[in-house]
């Protein structure tokens, strides 16, 4: 195996507060209708800092504590990214707060700073991260990126969907879960959704930042379907094509640095001793090994083919189609429960009205990749009409109902080189190819350059068309229970795995995919080799992106199954207090007098944190906030 293939994360640990609160006691406090809180938001508690803890101590908490369960070297770090929107100052970053984790090993040498836009910050980081050690400037070492956040709101309607939580991910190369290159899609907006212009709590407008989410989550996902179809319809022979996977023009240089992961870990996890590490000579020849014969390698993949979502070889100029069923499972950021269902569900709708395209002509002949994923989402149909015959029902009078005027895709567009306009309905993306030997090309590209222009062009039809039909239909109430309905048994086995925290903890902010992806990882752990994962980030203001993490077999600590041991996150859960909703209404009342507060020390003891947690000793006159570990 190349010794940079593969990069992605290859520990997590994760950190929640030891108290919460009951939503079903909340909303008796509250004197909000039974299931406001339990069935309306889909949540079962809510976890909250007390004065003692803020984001700083839990990002000091679990980024100390992911060191030490994976014995991590500090000096082995070289990069430090945090995503957060809580930051306690607004100039000195949380990153340099971590820092006096790494001042007893002397490693100042860690790049990296933090990463703010509201619940999208850690998704950031982690891009950075895996940039970072995909580059030259890459110098051998692990990268770490903390999303750490507390969710609080004024007294009213959106106080219940607040919460708390840290997450932190080690980031390198022979990750169990790889980062899939070429398959993430963003959507950036200026948008006053949710912001926080001053004071503690945010300023919210929810139906917008409801609406601002779902539409999103539709052009994120229509954009990484169509970015992977395009990447089986390139001839990956040539790897210069700009939609060919990526290769190095040449070997990057790595810097001599005496604390480079090793890219043949084998690690006992039961060791007493660090093996994470390993000494370069002083000609940093091991170093400079590690990048060789990248180039070659990734040259071979190149050739072999790009299709990752199917792990084959594609054929030239064929573009297989993509939908949910080519992904195991699915995480999502989590305001609350019950918008992560509406969020799959609308996928599902997306997938169903491309499914509805007219086939148009028939080529004489299909790839085995087109034959095999129509069979598939044949069968799925089938099967899935058969046991909910009623539900299948309901979902298309739902739909028939909603696109009265949008039964099939009808856009007209207009090439480029034509005058005359041409339906899509008569071709959907994935049979494009096989009809371009019946259209004129022009003369001054190359054919299989004009074959992905035109593909290009069709995609962007599709997406303009997909867009129109879905905002008809974005307040929907009949279309979105059918929708839910229709997809609960699909939802069930893809996103509630990974939905164990963000019920019982909340809303965490930058921290909330990252707890999606542990709790994920508790539920199914080896189970997740070749598996490939579909994650959705939301920011609000707003900044969104979707990826796909594919699990990989791997030897020694980082095996899954040794991360799902890890992180445990079920037992702690069950370790936490619960207060009542009288007590948490009064620690709000704590936390606003200690917003921006100077000599303030902390009226909640110590005593009630779990061992190996950061809290706040106190803040003097100047501001400086200090802290300390419980033994």
Same mark, same amino acid.
């Given at each position: 195996?190349?010794?940079?293939?593969?990069?992605?994360?290859?520990?997590?640990?994760?950190?929640?507060?030891?108290?919460?609160?009951?939503?079903?006691?909340?909303?008796? /406090?509250?004197?909000?209708?039974?299931?406001?809180?339990?069935?309306?938001?889909?949540?079962?508690?809510?976890? @909250?800092? %007390?004065?003692?803890?803020?984001?700083?101590?839990?990002?000091?908490?679990?980024?100390?504590?992911?060191?030490?369960?994976? #014995?991590?070297?500090?000096?082995?770090?070289?990069?430090?990214?945090?995503?957060?929107?809580?930051?306690?100052?607004?100039?000195?970053?949380?990153?340099?707060?971590?820092?006096?984790?790494?001042?007893?090993?002397?490693?100042?040498?860690?790049?990296?700073?933090?990463?703010?836009?509201?619940?999208?910050?850690?998704?950031?980081?982690?891009?950075?991260?895996?940039?970072?050690?995909?580059?030259?400037?890459?110098?051998?070492?692990?990268?770490?990126?903390? &999303?750490?956040?507390?969710?609080?709101?004024?007294?009213?309607?959106?106080?219940?969907?607040?919460?708390?939580?840290?997450?932190?991910?080690?980031?390198?190369? !022979?990750?169990?879960?790889?980062?899939?290159?070429?398959?993430?899609?963003?959507?950036?907006?200026?948008?006053?959704?949710?912001?926080?212009?001053?004071?503690?709590?945010?300023?919210?407008?929810?139906?917008?930042?409801?609406?601002?989410?779902?539409?999103?989550?539709?052009?994120?996902?229509?954009?990484?379907?169509?970015? &992977?179809?395009?990447?089986?319809?390139?001839?990956?022979?040539?790897?210069?094509?700009?939609?060919?996977?990526?290769?190095?023009?040449?070997?990057?240089?790595?810097?001599?640095?005496?604390?480079?992961?090793?890219? #043949?870990?084998?690690?006992?996890?039961?060791?007493?001793?660090?093996?994470?590490?390993?000494?370069?000579?002083?000609?940093?020849?091991?170093?400079?090994?590690?990048?060789?014969?990248?180039?070659?390698?990734? +040259?071979?993949?190149?050739?072999?083919?790009?299709?990752?979502?199917?792990?084959?070889?594609?054929?030239?100029?064929?573009?297989?189609?993509?939908?949910?069923?080519?992904?195991?499972?699915?995480?999502?950021?989590?305001?609350?429960?019950?918008?992560?269902?509406?969020?799959?569900?609308?996928?599902?709708?997306?997938?169903?009205?491309?499914?509805?395209?007219?086939?148009?002509?028939?080529?004489?002949?299909?790839?085995?990749?087109?034959? &095999?994923?129509?069979?598939?989402?044949?069968?799925?149909?089938?099967?899935?009409?058969?046991?909910?015959?009623?539900?299948?029902?309901?979902?298309?009078?739902?739909? #028939?109902? +909603?696109?009265?005027?949008?039964?099939?895709?009808?856009?007209?567009?207009?090439?480029?080189? %034509?005058?005359?306009?041409?339906?899509?309905?008569?071709?959907?993306?994935?049979?494009?190819?096989?009809?371009?030997?019946?259209?004129?090309?022009?003369?001054?590209?190359?054919?299989? #350059?004009?074959?992905?222009?035109?593909?290009?062009?069709?995609?962007?039809?599709?997406?303009?068309?997909? /867009?129109?039909?879905?905002?008809?239909?974005?307040?929907?109430? +009949?279309?979105?229970?059918?929708? +839910?309905?229709?997809?609960?048994?699909? @939802?069930?086995?893809?996103?509630?795995?990974?939905?164990?925290?963000?019920?019982?903890?909340?809303?965490?902010?930058?921290? =909330?995919?990252?707890?999606?992806?542990?709790?994920?990882?508790?539920?199914?752990?080896?189970?997740?080799?070749? =598996?490939?994962?579909?994650? @959705?980030?939301?920011?609000?203001?707003?900044?969104?992106?979707?990826?796909?993490? %594919?699990?990989?077999?791997?030897?020694?600590?980082?095996?899954?199954?040794?991360?799902? !041991?890890?992180?445990?996150?079920?037992?702690?859960?069950?370790?936490?207090?619960?207060?009542?909703?009288?007590? @948490?209404?009064?620690?709000?009342?704590?936390?606003?007098?200690?917003?921006?507060?100077?000599?303030?020390?902390?009226?909640?003891?110590?005593?009630?944190?779990? =061992?190996?947690?950061?809290?706040?000793?106190?803040?003097?006159?100047?501001?400086? =906030?200090?802290?300390?570990?419980?033994?």
């Amino acid at each position: 195996m190349d010794a940079v293939s593969n990069i992605g994360i290859l520990a997590v640990e994760a950190y929640f507060p030891s108290q919460f609160v009951d939503q079903a006691e909340l909303e008796k /406090h509250d004197n909000a209708s039974a299931g406001k809180y339990t069935i309306g938001l889909g949540q079962t508690s809510m976890a @909250f800092f %007390k004065d003692q803890e803020n984001v700083v101590s839990a990002a000091m908490t679990v980024t100390q504590n992911l060191m030490d369960k994976y #014995q991590i070297d500090p000096r082995s770090i070289g990069r430090l990214e945090v995503g957060t929107e809580s930051s306690i100052d607004k100039s000195k970053s949380i990153k340099t707060f971590l820092m006096a984790l790494f001042a007893d090993s002397g490693n100042t040498d860690i790049e990296g700073v933090d990463n703010v836009n509201a619940c999208y910050g850690g998704t950031a980081g982690l891009y950075n991260a895996i940039n970072w050690v995909e580059s030259r400037a890459w110098d051998g070492r692990y990268a770490m990126v903390v &999303a750490s956040d507390e969710a609080v709101y004024a007294e009213g309607p959106a106080r219940p969907s607040g919460g708390a939580g840290a997450v932190a991910f080690l980031v390198g190369p !022979n990750a169990p879960l790889v980062l899939e290159r070429g398959l993430t899609s963003c959507h950036m907006q200026h948008v006053y959704d949710f912001y926080k212009p001053a004071g503690l709590y945010p300023k919210v407008d929810g139906p917008l930042s409801l609406k601002c989410y779902m539409r999103a989550l539709e052009t994120c996902y229509i954009r990484l379907c169509h970015k &992977a179809e395009l990447r089986t319809a390139v001839n990956t022979a040539n790897p210069r094509h700009p939609h060919a996977p990526h290769v190095p023009s040449e070997s990057p240089h790595v810097q001599p640095n005496p604390y480079v992961v090793s890219p #043949q870990l084998e690690c006992d996890p039961n060791s007493s001793t660090s093996d994470l590490i390993f000494p370069l000579s002083p000609d940093s020849s091991h170093a400079q090994s590690l990048h060789a014969d990248a180039q070659p390698a990734a +040259a071979s993949a190149a050739a072999a083919g790009a299709a990752s979502l199917t792990d084959e070889a594609a054929a030239p100029h064929a573009a297989q189609e993509v939908d949910l069923s080519d992904f195991n499972y699915c995480c999502f950021h989590s305001p609350f429960h019950k918008l992560v269902r509406k969020a799959f569900a609308r996928l599902c709708h997306i997938d169903k009205l491309r499914q509805q395209r007219p086939a148009g002509p028939q080529p004489a002949e299909h790839s085995p990749s087109t034959h &095999a994923s129509e069979s598939r989402c044949t069968a799925e149909a089938e099967t899935q009409q058969a046991a909910h015959p009623q539900e299948a029902q309901a979902h298309q009078d739902a739909l #028939q109902q +909603a696109h009265p005027q949008h039964t099939h895709f009808q856009p007209q567009l207009q090439h480029p080189h %034509k005058q005359h306009s041409s339906p899509i309905s008569h071709s959907s993306p994935h049979q494009l190819h096989q009809q371009q030997g019946h259209q004129q090309q022009a003369p001054d590209l190359p054919q299989q #350059q004009q074959q992905l222009q035109r593909l290009h062009q069709l995609q962007e039809a599709e997406a303009a068309e997909l /867009h129109k039909q879905l905002a008809d239909t974005l307040s929907n109430r +009949a279309l979105e229970k059918a929708m +839910a309905n229709k997809s609960a048994a699909q @939802f069930e086995a893809k996103v509630q795995p990974g939905c164990l925290a963000g019920q019982a903890l909340g809303n965490m902010y930058s921290a =909330s995919l990252g707890m999606a992806l542990a709790s994920l990882i508790e539920a199914k752990g080896a189970d997740l080799e070749g =598996s490939k994962i579909l994650m @959705f980030s939301y920011g609000s203001g707003l900044a969104a992106g979707m990826f796909v993490l %594919k699990g990989k077999a791997v030897p020694g600590a980082f095996a899954l199954h040794h991360l799902q !041991n890890k992180v445990d996150l079920q037992d702690r859960l069950q370790q936490r207090s619960k207060s009542s909703p009288e007590e @948490f209404a009064e620690t709000m009342h704590v936390l606003e007098k200690r917003f921006q507060a100077a000599e303030y020390h902390p009226v909640s003891s110590a005593a009630t944190l779990h =061992s190996h947690t950061y809290y706040l000793k106190s803040i003097d006159h100047a501001y400086r =906030s200090s802290y300390s570990r419980v033994d």
